[in-house]
């Protein structure tokens, strides 16, 4: 049962953006007939906080790690957390949503924290495959090592499906882009907020039935954006993307690129009809 002391409050943090268009983003965008347009990509990361518990669901990109692949920190990860008045020290546990290079990178840098991430997650990328040349463009290898010491040091837990971390917040894997994708339910006093991650880098993604155009198993993907329309068709649930510049939008900033979720500044409805999303799944 909730009560009113396992409510949260919770920010996104926007450390970086770049341009992007649609014809990059998604996979097999020509098949839509739809004019390739810019469309940005923000990246954020996510502070949950209440209960006398300091979360955090990812840790951004290392500056010089992302610098190799042309991707650059607007705002420091620690900075932003500053702005939160939170230093590394207060953060008590990081949920890695996956092990994607702009998710776990400054995940050494909290010393007192336990790291959660889905064991699909951790044993592909610790298995034969997660070395293969076309995998570790986005899984950094001293990244990977990081955890594998997090979890010799036994500060790496390891999440079966789902599970409840702390009263009020709930990691569920997903799976699609990667093979241990999860999203986090956070309970806020204005209601459930659930930080999709990268099981939806864009609200398109799930209006429309448009796949990202990286991912580890389609179907898998498929079926995650059909758990996300669900939940977001509740009342009291708002589904979070991970890296869509409407959420920038959407909320308030209490301070600069640190967005309260619980703080709408427009009405927003993040789906097209249902027809749209069946004729485009006719197209494909």
Same mark, same amino acid.
């Given at each position: 049962?909730? !009560?009113?002391?396992?409510?949260?409050?919770?920010?996104?943090?926007?450390?970086? !953006?770049?341009?992007?268009?649609?014809?990059?983003?998604?996979?097999?965008?020509?098949?839509?007939?739809?004019?390739?347009?810019?469309?940005?990509?923000?990246?954020?990361?996510?502070?949950?906080?209440?209960?006398? /518990?300091? *979360?955090?669901?990812?840790? $951004? @990109?290392?500056?010089?790690?992302?610098?190799?692949?042309?991707?650059?920190? /607007?705002?420091?990860? =620690?900075?932003?957390?500053?702005?939160?008045?939170?230093?590394?020290?207060?953060?008590?546990? %990081?949920?890695?949503?996956?092990?994607?290079?702009?998710?776990?990178?400054?995940?050494? *840098?909290?010393?007192?924290?336990?790291?959660?991430?889905?064991?699909?997650?951790?044993? @592909?990328?610790? $298995?034969?495959?997660?070395?293969?040349? =076309?995998?570790?463009?986005?899984?950094? #290898?001293?990244? *990977?090592?990081? +955890? #594998?010491?997090?979890?010799? #040091?036994?500060?790496?837990?390891?999440?079966?499906?789902?599970?409840?971390?702390?009263? $009020?917040?709930?990691? !569920?894997?997903?799976?699609?882009?990667?093979?241990? /994708?999860?999203?986090?339910? %956070?309970?806020?006093?204005?209601?459930?907020?659930?930080?999709?991650?990268?099981? +939806?880098?864009?609200?398109?993604?799930?209006?429309?039935?448009?796949?990202?155009?990286? @991912? !580890?198993?389609?179907?898998?993907?498929?079926?995650?954006?059909?758990? =996300?329309?669900? =939940?977001?068709?509740?009342?009291?649930?708002?589904?979070?993307?991970?890296?869509?510049?409407?959420?920038?939008?959407?909320?308030?900033?209490?301070?600069?690129?640190?967005?309260?979720?619980?703080?709408? /500044?427009?009405?927003?409805?993040?789906?097209?009809?249902?027809?749209?999303?069946?004729?485009?799944?006719?197209?494909?």
């Amino acid at each position: 049962m909730f !009560t009113p002391d396992t409510q949260y409050e919770v920010h996104a943090l926007r450390y970086a !953006t770049r341009p992007a268009y649609n014809a990059h983003e998604f996979f097999r965008f020509e098949l839509y007939g739809d004019p390739d347009v810019a469309i940005g990509m923000d990246y954020f990361f996510w502070l949950v906080r209440g209960n006398g /518990q300091t *979360l955090l669901v990812d840790c $951004g @990109f290392d500056g010089g790690r992302a610098a190799v692949k042309n991707r650059s920190v /607007q705002t420091d990860p =620690l900075e932003l957390l500053a702005r939160m008045d939170v230093r590394p020290e207060d953060v008590d546990q %990081v949920v890695i949503s996956h092990m994607h290079y702009d998710h776990v990178g400054n995940v050494e *840098l909290f010393p007192n924290a336990t790291v959660s991430m889905a064991r699909e997650e951790y044993d @592909f990328w610790s $298995g034969p495959y997660g070395n293969r040349e =076309l995998m570790r463009i986005l899984v950094e #290898q001293e990244e *990977l090592g990081i +955890i #594998q010491n997090l979890a010799k #040091q036994e500060r790496l837990h390891l999440i079966d499906g789902s599970e409840e971390l702390i009263p $009020g917040v709930t990691a !569920t894997r997903l799976g699609g882009h990667t093979p241990g /994708q999860l999203m986090v339910d %956070v309970t806020t006093s204005s209601g459930q907020i659930v930080l999709a991650s990268d099981a +939806i880098h864009y609200y398109a993604e799930m209006e429309l039935d448009r796949p990202f155009n990286l @991912f !580890t198993d389609l179907a898998e993907m498929y079926r995650g954006y059909e758990v =996300l329309r669900e =939940l977001n068709a509740r009342p009291d649930t708002t589904v979070i993307a991970g890296h869509d510049p409407r959420v920038t939008m959407m909320f308030e900033a209490d301070l600069p690129n640190c967005l309260n979720l619980s703080k709408p /500044q427009h009405e927003f409805s993040p789906f097209a009809d249902a027809s749209a999303a069946s004729r485009h799944s006719r197209k494909a």
